[in-house]
């Protein structure tokens, strides 16, 4: 669980061209989430591949092995219950397809206290969802890539997946210079990986709480890259044959973010057209809201 947070600090730029495809509106405010009772702390959003117009979320440290799904506005109060998993802190939520059909993986890589030797991602195939699902389902055939880092352990909130090689990037918090870690396809269910540490990042660089990194996303054509923190989103188009860690080399475009009480949650939206933010609830209670910016 975190302590509210409340930011004044200079906002850092980047110099880049932006064409005119990533170029995105401001926010547009979808309003409080209907399923606000549940998601309190939601801490990563992913959009749906398998039903479209959808989103999964979850809740942080504390709550149940649970995933909540949404619609495009917010609205939906069914859950999905990860069988055999375990809530620690779960901190992120991505998407990958598969010949044989989408996946979720589910991201236990919070460690605020650093005091952890193993983290842990959680992966099950993605349901179908339809008029007659259930308010509570449970999902099974869940799979558990357990890892641990090279150089001790480490608190993070973001992971991505490449979707073409299914290669897992994890980038930690809270370090001055943000560092990468890659679990290559295919990772095991059965023992304990340990990490490969890539790179040091070069943006989002310091150690004030503004700049932990929060969440990240890579979009379904596996063209593009959002990484997010308190204050800012940053952006990415790869470059042709270009890998994660290449792109993340470059200077990223700022994207526009409205700020919220205590935002982590970023992604693009299915189809591309736009991307997503979502918060937890920030001081006196504010209730979770959904935010989205389309492309121009």
Known sequence: MKKY???IIPLLSCQQ????SDSFNDSQDLGVIENVGQIQESSGIVASYRNKGYLWTHNDSGDRNRIFLLDANGKGTREFNLEGATNRDWE????????EGSYIYVGEIGDNNANH??????RVPEPDITATTAQYVTLKNVQKISFKYPDGPRDAECFLIDQGSKDIYIISKRDNFKRLYRLPYPQSYSSTMTAEFVQELTFSTGTATPLFITDGNVSVDNQEIIIKNYLQIFHW?????ESIPEALKRTPIILPYTAEPQGEGVCFSQN????YTISETGPNFVPVKLYYYKRK
């Not at 061209?17 to 005119?20: D, E, F, K």
């Not at 992120?92 to 010949?99: D, K, R, W």
């Not at 030797?117 to 959680?122: C, D, K, M």
């Not at 591309?272 to 991307?275: D, P, Q, R």
């Open 5 to 7: 947070l409340l930011f």
């Open 92 to 99: 992120a939520i991505s998407m990958v397809q598969f010949p």
């Open 272 to 275: 591309g057209a736009g991307y």
């Open 237 to 241: 188009r790869r470059n042709t044959n």
């Open 17 to 20: 061209t932006v064409s005119p």
């Open 117 to 122: 030797e193993e983290s842990a991602i959680y």
